[in-house]
T-cell receptor
Framework: EPEVTQTPSHQVTQMGQEVILRCVPI?????FYWYRQILGQKVEFLVS????????KSEIFDDQFSVERPDGSNFTLKIRSTKLEDSAMYFC??????????FGPGTRLTVL | AQKITQTQPGMFVQEKEAVTLDCTYD???????LFWYKQPSSGEMIFLIY????DEQNATEGRYSLNFQKARKSANLVISASQLGDSAMYFC????????????WGAGTKLIIKP
């Protein structure tokens, strides 16, 4: 069964460093998403990506964040200069229009 | 404004009993989708069940069923014959059609099954 994969599973970084979180969505899906979940809190939408461009982003997704689909399979989330409050679980998801959103296993980001 | 409300932050249920997790939603769209996801302590997000707003029958997937009451805007998850492995966080989420199909999430319910 096809699945969304994410790497790394855990990332520890120093405040101010750049991080890149990687995702491989399911190949025939059309929409891609990044969500984050701060420990013990609800899941928050960050950004959606369709047709090789950002289709919608939340207020959390400020200039420190960017997304790319560099090679038609990977989907990356970059945080340019990490802050302590960026520590969270980051989920990538992909979907056809009317089906469930398939989630990756998540990347746990810890900013020290 | 809160679009997805899960009023039960935590629940304890005896093994083998049925459990209902509450979810109410708010939308002015006629076309939307409702989801339930399970998040065990390991952190991954596991899809459980989906209900489309135009579906006339309540969705069922094995031991999971969704009690969809459109007029009340509620989409409660029912787990029959609970098992110890059902202990997890459960999230209700809604997909609106004009928002690029992103999911809007409730705060979750922590379910603990007692042996």
């Amino acid at each position: 069964e096809p699945e969304v994969t994410q790497t790394p599973s855990h990332q520890v970084t120093q405040m101010g460093q750049e991080v890149i979180l990687r995702c491989v969505p399911i190949s025939n899906h059309l929409y891609f998403y990044w969500y984050r979940q701060i420990l013990g809190q609800k899941v928050e939408f960050l950004v959606s990506f369709y047709n090789n461009e950002i289709s919608e982003k939340s207020e959390i997704f400020d200039d420190q964040f960017s997304v790319e689909r560099p090679d038609g399979s990977n989907f990356t989330l970059k945080i340019r200069s990490t802050k302590l409050e960026d520590s969270a679980m980051y989920f990538c998801a992909s979907t056809q229009i009317d089906n469930e959103q398939f989630f990756g296993p998540g990347t746990r980001l810890t900013v020290l | 404004a809160q679009k997805i409300t899960q009023t039960q932050p935590g629940m304890f249920v005896q093994e083998k009993e049925a459990v209902t997790l509450d979810c109410t939603y708010d939308t002015s769209d006629q076309s939307y989708g409702l989801f339930w996801y399970k998040q065990p302590s390991s952190g991954e997000m596991i899809f459980l069940i989906y209900q489309g707003s135009y579906d006339e029958q309540n969705a069922t997937e094995g031991r999971y069923s969704l009690n969809f009451q459109k007029a009340r805007k509620s989409a409660n998850l029912v787990i029959s014959a609970s098992q110890l492995g059902d202990s997890a966080m459960y999230f209700c989420a809604m997909r609106e059609p004009y928002s690029n199909y992103q999911l809007i999430w409730g705060a979750g319910t922590k379910l603990i099954i007692k042996p």
